[in-house]
T-cell receptor, first 115, second 115 residues
Framework: EAAVTQSPRNKVTVTGGNVTLSCRQTNSHNYMYWYRQDTGHGLRLIHYSYGAGNLQIGDVPDGYKATRTTQEDFFLLLELASPSQTSLYFC??????????????FGHGTKLSVL | AQKVTQTQTSISVMEKTTVTMDCVYETQDSSYFLFWYKQTASGEIVFLIRQDSYKKENATVGHYSLNFQKPKSSIGLIITATQIEDSAVYFCAMREGQGGRALIFGTGTTVSVSP
C-alpha cells in the first residue's frame, strides 16, 4: 500500500506567522497534491505537482506557496498565516493521470490552527 | 470549469440495508473520470471505486456499485448490505480527461449505519 507521510500532525501558530507543512511519499509517484478540508466545503485543491521542480495552481491558492524539491517531497508554505487558513490539510500522491490504476493515496492530514 | 455537487449532507440507514447517495458533475470535456472516496472516523481517506466516462457498464467493487447516468451528469454510489464500519463521509470526485488535471471533490455525504 502506498505510503504518504505528513508532518507535523498538529500545528498551532499566530496570525502573521510562518508555517511549513511537509509531505513525503515513498512510492515513486509522479503526482503530489495539497488539499484543505473545511466543513461545508469538502476537499479543495490548493496546489499540485507533476514532478520535482514543477508546480501547478489549484482552485484555492491564495496565501499559499508550494515547492516540490524531489520526487518524494512536497511542501506547503504559509508565509503570513491568517485565521482563515485554519483547516485540516491533506497531502496526496498518485502514479499519474490516465493510468489504469489511477487513484489518490492520502496522508493522515495536518490540523493547522491560526490564532 | 469543472464542478462536483453532492446535495445530501447526511444519510442514516439500518445495518444490512442498501444506501444510495447522489453526485452530479459539470464538465465541458467529452472524456472524464469519476471517483468515490471514503473518509473514516479516524480521518483516513481511501479510494473506493472509479467510473470512466466512455464506459457504459456501471463499475462494481465488492459491495460498492455505481449508477452512472451520463445524460444526467450523475454518478450515484450504492452500498449494499451495509455494515457498521460503512459509517463514514463519502466524497465524489472528478478529473477531466485532458492529461495532468487534478481531482476536484464534492462536499461529501455523511453516512451513519445503525445496528
Amino acid at each position: 500500500e502506498a505510503a504518504v507521510t505528513q508532518s507535523p500532525r498538529n500545528k498551532v501558530t499566530v496570525t502573521g506567522g510562518n508555517v511549513t507543512l511537509s509531505c513525503r511519499q515513498t512510492n515513486s509517484h509522479n503526482y503530489m497534491y495539497w488539499y484543505r478540508q473545511d466543513t461545508g466545503h469538502g476537499l479543495r485543491l490548493i496546489h499540485y505537482s507533476y514532478g520535482a521542480g514543477n508546480l501547478q495552481i489549484g482552485d484555492v491558492p491564495d496565501g499559499y506557496k508550494a515547492t516540490r524539491t524531489t520526487q518524494e517531497d512536497f511542501f506547503l508554505l504559509l508565509e503570513l498565516a491568517s485565521p482563515s487558513q485554519t483547516s485540516l490539510y491533506f497531502c496526496a500522491s498518485s502514479a499519474g493521470t490516465g493510468v489504469s490504476n489511477e487513484r489518490l493515496f492520502f496522508g493522515h492530514g495536518t490540523k493547522l490552527s491560526v490564532l | 470549469a469543472q464542478k462536483v455537487t453532492q446535495t445530501q449532507t447526511s444519510i442514516s440507514v439500518m445495518e444490512k440495508t442498501t444506501v444510495t447517495m447522489d453526485c452530479v458533475y459539470e464538465t465541458q470535456d467529452s472524456s472524464y473520470f469519476l471517483f468515490w472516496y471514503k473518509q473514516t472516523a479516524s480521518g483516513e481517506i481511501v479510494f473506493l471505486i472509479r467510473q470512466d466516462s466512455y464506459k457504459k457498464e456501471n463499475a462494481t467493487v465488492g459491495h460498492y456499485s455505481l449508477n452512472f447516468q451520463k445524460p444526467k451528469s450523475s454518478i450515484g454510489l450504492i452500498i449494499t448490505a451495509t455494515q457498521i464500519e460503512d459509517s463514514a463521509v463519502y466524497f465524489c470526485a472528478m478529473r477531466e480527461g485532458q492529461g495532468g488535471r487534478a481531482l476536484i471533490f464534492g462536499t461529501g455525504t455523511t453516512v451513519s449505519v445503525s445496528p
